[in-house]
Nanobody, 113 residues
Framework: VQLVESGGGLVQPGGSLRLSCSAS????????MSWARQAPGKGLEWVSD???????YYADSVKGRFTISRDIPKNTVYLQMNNLKPEDTAVYYC????????RGQGTQVTVSS
C-alpha cells in the first residue's frame, strides 16, 4: 500500500485548501477511504470517511466546512477544506478503511494569520 498526500500549506483563517491523496497497492474502488489529522502534541483525530458506495461522514469539528470526494479512475481521494480555523492546524493523513498504521508522511496544514 502506498499513500501520497499533497496540497497542504500555510493559509490564513477563513481560507481554503484542497488536499489530495494518491493511493496504490490495493483495490481503491472497493475501500472506504479515510482522512485523519494530528495536531502538535495531540493524538490522531479522525476527520472524514467516504465509502465505496459514496456515503460520506464527517467529524463534528469539520462538518459543514470540509468535503470529502474521490476520483476512482485516478485512485485519488480529496479533502476540500473551507473556512479554515487555527485549530485545523495539523498533519493530515489518508488511509484505506481507518487503517491508521498504513499512513504515510501526510501533508502539513497550518492556519495562521
Amino acid at each position: 500500500v502506498q499513500l501520497v498526500e499533497s496540497g497542504g500549506g500555510l493559509v490564513q483563517p477563513g481560507g481554503s485548501l484542497r488536499l489530495s491523496c494518491s493511493a496504490s497497492g490495493f483495490t481503491f474502488s472497493t475501500y472506504t477511504m479515510s482522512w485523519a489529522r494530528q495536531a502538535p502534541g495531540k493524538g490522531l483525530e479522525w476527520v472524514s470517511d467516504i465509502y465505496s458506495d459514496g456515503r460520506k461522514y464527517y467529524a463534528d469539528s469539520v462538518k459543514g466546512r470540509f468535503t470529502i470526494s474521490r476520483d476512482i479512475p485516478k485512485n485519488t481521494v480529496y479533502l476540500q477544506m473551507n473556512n479554515l480555523k487555527p485549530e485545523d492546524t495539523a498533519v493530515y493523513y489518508c488511509v484505506p478503511g481507518r487503517s491508521w498504521a498504513l499512513r504515510g508522511q501526510g501533508t502539513q496544514v497550518t492556519v495562521s494569520s
